[in-house]
């Protein structure tokens, strides 16, 4: 079966990328994310997947409290 390039270049570009470590992130901490969870399902009655724009994560500004 052909190969489109050799397989001896194969991963070039990966191996000459730079390393960048990754940013370490705190996890919430579980009492507050239940309340957040129970703000989503049951005070705003939303399904899987209706969540709102702003709120995905990294949006920290425009996150609403409960």
Not at 10 to 30: D, E, L, M
Request: a positive charge.
């Amino acid at each position: 079966m052909p190969t489109h390039g050799s397989l001896t270049k194969a991963g070039k570009v990966r191996s000459q990328t730079p390393k960048i470590q990754g940013i370490p992130h705190r996890s919430v901490p579980p009492r507050i994310r239940f309340r957040n969870t129970h703000a989503k399902r049951f005070l705003l009655g939303r399904k899987a997947g209706q969540n709102w724009a702003g709120e995905r994560r990294g949006s920290r500004g425009s996150r609403k409290r409960f």
